[in-house]
C-alpha cells in the first residue's frame, strides 16, 4: 500500500482479555518495527524484524507480549491477559533499509484496558 | 534514564517567533533523525542528519548536529500554528539494533 495501515485504530478492551493488533508494512520494505508510545512519553522499542531474519524481540516487556510476521507481509502483535498498564498507542513502522535510515509510520492503534 | 535527552519539554509560543529544542546524549551516534508527530498519527521523518557539524535547512527549519555526533539542534524561524507537534529526536543504537527515540519536545504555536 501506499503508507503503512494498522488496525484496529482504536480498542478497548477488558483487563485480563486477550487482543491482537495489526500492521500491514509498505510493500517491499523488509524493515518492521513495533513501539509502544505511553501518553506523555517517548516511543519504547518493542521488536523488530528484518525479511526472514529471526526477529529482535528484545524490547518485549513481558512473556504476555507476542508478536508475528510472515515473510515481509502483514505483522501482528498479541497481548495476552492484558494489564491497566498495557494501555497505550502502538505505533508500527516498516523501512526499506533497516535501522539507521527513516521509518514510515502507521496511525497506531490506541490501547485502552479498563 | 533516556538515551537521548531531549530539551525543553513543553514549549508555547506565539506565532512569529523563533525557537530552538535541543537533542542531547552521552553518546556518539551515526546519525540522528527528527521527526514531527502530531495528535492520533504517527511520527513522521523531517530529516536525517549524518556528518558532525552537519547544518540541513527545510524551508523555515534548521537542523544541526554537534561535531561530536553526540546532540543535534532544531531551530524553526517565524513559526506558524501548523507547526504544533511533538518534536522527536531518534538515533540507531546498535547494541538493540533499534531505533531509540528521545521523549520528545511539545510545542504549540499559538495565533
Not at chain 2, 6 to 29: A, D, K, M, R
Request: proline share 4%; glycine share 12%.
Amino acid at each position: 500500500g501506499a503508507g503503512v495501515s494498522q488496525s484496529p485504530s482504536n480498542k478497548v478492551t477488558e483487563k485480563g482479555k486477550d487482543v491482537e493488533l495489526r500492521c500491514d508494512p509498505i510493500s517491499g520494505h523488509t524493515a518492521l518495527y513495533w513501539y509502544r508510545q505511553r501518553l506523555g512519553q517517548g516511543l519504547e522499542f518493542l521488536i523488530y524484524f528484518q525479511g526472514n531474519s529471526a526477529p529482535d524481540k528484545s524490547g518485549l516487556p513481558s512473556d504476555r507480549f507476542s508478536a508475528e510476521r510472515t515473510g515481509e507481509s502483514v505483522s501482528t502483535l498479541t497481548i495476552q491477559r492484558t494489564q491497566q498498564e498495557d494501555s497505550a498507542v502502538y505505533l508500527c513502522a516498516s523501512s526499506s533499509r533497516g535501522r539507521g535510515y527513516g521509518y514510515t509510520f502507521g496511525s497506531g492503534t490506541r490501547l485502552t484496558v479498563v | 534514564t533516556q538515551l537521548l535527552e531531549q530539551s525543553p519539554q513543553f514549549l508555547s509560543i506565539q506565532e512569529g517567533e523563533n525557537l530552538t529544542v535541543y537533542c542531547n546524549s552521552s553518546s556518539v551516534f551515526s546519525s540522528l533523525q527528527w521527526y514531527r508527530q502530531e495528535p492520533g498519527e504517527g511520527p513522521v521523518l523531517l530529516v536525517t542528519v549524518v556528518t558532525g557539524g552537519e547544518v540541513k535547512k527545510l524551508k523555515r527549519l534548521t537542523f544541526q548536529f554537534g561535531d561530536a555526533r553526540k546532540d543535534s539542534s532544531l531551530h524553526i524561524t517565524a513559526a506558524q500554528p501548523g507547526d504544533t507537534g511533538l518534536y522527536l529526536c531518534a538515533g540507531p543504537w546498535y547494541n538493540n539494533n533499534d531505533m531509540r527515540f528521545g521523549a520528545g519536545t511539545r510545542l504549540t504555536v499559538k495565533p
